[in-house]
């Protein structure tokens, strides 16, 4: 059974001190890690897809990195906007199923 | 690009009542459309993957008769939630997943109460 666990369960950051979240995996053959930002009350933004181990991505403050067990998203220099929490998933190899299994998240909070 | 709408936001039925909900891809042709519900404070939890034209796959333990699953058209899914009850009050997300790509956008939600 795939699973995604997600740490910190919640970061609380000042206002441009820079930090990672964490995302552990176990699927049977991925084909890709996502992550997603969800606002309270609202649906997941997309935000990244990685494919392979070494794989980098990046967006504004953000940037995800991918590794055969786990990935992280680096949030540099962050601002009280990007208070939010963080989803990771990841979709498993084979046929034509394309269902993602999610992590609980981690809920930044960034204070100004 | 890659935006998807619900419809309602909110609702709010009596019990007994049923209640439909509607995902709609607006720039992009959807083969497979999700829906999920999310409980306060918790993670998204896959309810059914439908696809054009086909009949819904549900997750285990989801009453199929219970929530309806109409993907009519490559931009069009419904949710009905027949015979409503207070223990379905939920946040419900559907997502569509881009033809021929991996990523799946979602919609903003549908805030379901049910009194």
């Known amino acids: 059974e795939d699973q995604v666990t997600q740490s910190p369960e919640a970061l609380r950051l000042q206002e441009g001190e820079s930090s990672s979240l964490n995302c552990s995996y176990t699927?049977?053959?991925?084909?890709?890690l996502f992550w997603y930002r969800q606002d309270p009350g609202k649906g997941p933004e997309f935000l990244f897809t990685?494919?392979?181990a070494g794989e980098e991505k990046e967006k504004e403050r953000l940037k995800a990195t991918l590794t055969k067990k786990e990935s992280f998203l680096h949030i540099t220099a962050p601002k009280p906007e990007d208070s939010a929490t963080y989803l990771c998933?990841?979709?498993?190899?084979?046929?034509?199923?394309?269902?993602?299994?999610f992590g609980k998240g981690t809920l930044l909070t960034v204070n100004p | 690009g890659a935006v998807v709408s619900q419809h309602p936001s909110r609702v709010i039925c009596k019990s007994g009542t049923s209640v439909k909900i509607e995902c709609r891809s607006l720039?992009?042709?959807?083969?497979?459309m999700f829906w999920y519900r999310q409980f306060p404070k918790q993670s998204l939890m896959l309810m059914a993957t439908?696809?054009?034209?086909?009949?819904?796959?549900?997750e285990q333990g989801v009453e199929k008769d219970k929530f309806l699953i109409n993907h009519a058209s490559l931009t069009l899914s419904t949710l009905t939630v027949t015979s409503a009850h207070p223990e379905d009050s939920s946040f419900y997300i559907c997502?569509?997943?881009?033809?021929?790509?991996?990523?799946?956008?979602f919609g903003p939600g549908t805030r379901l109460t049910v009194t």
């Open positions: 997502s569509a997943r881009v033809q021929d790509s991996l990523e799946q956008y």
């Open positions: 699927v049977s053959g991925l084909r890709g």
């Open positions: 990685l494919y392979s």
């Open positions: 998933a990841v979709q498993a190899r084979g046929g034509s199923n394309y269902k993602l299994t």
């Open positions: 720039d992009f042709q959807a083969t497979t």
């Open positions: 439908s696809n054009e034209g086909s009949k819904a796959t549900y």
